[in-house]
């Protein structure tokens, strides 16, 4: 059985930190593009960001660049979503994905995603 699962969410007040964790079982997660995205309330979803396969490439979303940093370790069929200088507008539930292309996390298409970790950046 396919399976993602998120971890390391939670509240934080802004400024704070936070470490994402993604977790695969039943699939390899080296053999596909890694990426985050996120939903608010009411908001549409929003690409975060994403690392190829080997880690030696990744991308960002202007919203978050210089203060996320996204990592992998394929041993452990992991991926990481360092997350600081947290905003209230960061606020939401964010899923990691896994895609043949960044391209398809960017657009929305993953072929994976999991069911998410909640992030709350308040005072």
């Known amino acids: 059985q ?3 699962v ?3 969410g939670g509240l934080v007040q802004p400024g704070g930190s936070l ?27 929003e690409w975060v960001s994403c690392i190829s396969r080997s880690g030696a490439s990744t991308s960002y979303a ?3 660049k210089g203060r996320f ?6 041993a ?8 600081n ?3 209230p507008e960061d606020t939401a539930i964010y899923h990691c994905a896994a895609a043949a292309r960044c391209l398809d996390i960017v657009a929305g298409t993953p072929a994976y995603w999991g069911q998410g970790t909640q992030v709350t950046v308040s005072s």
């Open 69 to 74: 940093t996204i990592s992998r370790d394929n």
């Open 19 to 45: 470490r994402l964790s993604c977790a695969a079982s039943g699939f390899t997660l080296a053999d596909y593009n890694i990426g985050w995205f996120r939903q608010a309330p009411g908001k549409e979803r």
């Open 85 to 87: 200088v947290l905003k």
């Open 6 to 8: 998120e971890s390391g």
């Open 2 to 4: 396919l399976q993602f």
């Open 76 to 83: 452990k069929n992991t991926v990481q979503l360092q997350m």
């Open 62 to 64: 202007d919203s978050v």
